[in-house]
C-alpha cells in the first residue's frame, strides 16, 4: 500500500507544476517537493524571483 500511496502523491505533485517549462523542469520540481516539501519548493520560487533570478533556480537554490 505505500507504493501505491507514494505513486499517488508523487502524481499529485506532479499535476501542481502545470506550468513547468518543460517535463524535466517538471519532474525535477516533483521530485524536490516529495523530498522537501511542496511549500519549500514554492517559497525557493518566491525567493529566486525576488533576487531577480528565474523562478527555476529555486531548485538550486534548494540544494544550497
Known sequence: HS???GTKYLA???NKFEEALDST???????ASYNCGYYHVLDAQK???????E???GIKMLKR
Request: no cysteine.
Open 25 to 31: 523542469q517538471r519532474q525535477k520540481l516533483t521530485m
Open 55 to 57: 523562478k527555476t533556480n
Open 3 to 5: 507504493v501505491q500511496g
Open 47 to 53: 525567493l529566486a524571483t525576488k533576487r531577480g533570478l
Open 12 to 14: 499529485s505533485l506532479f
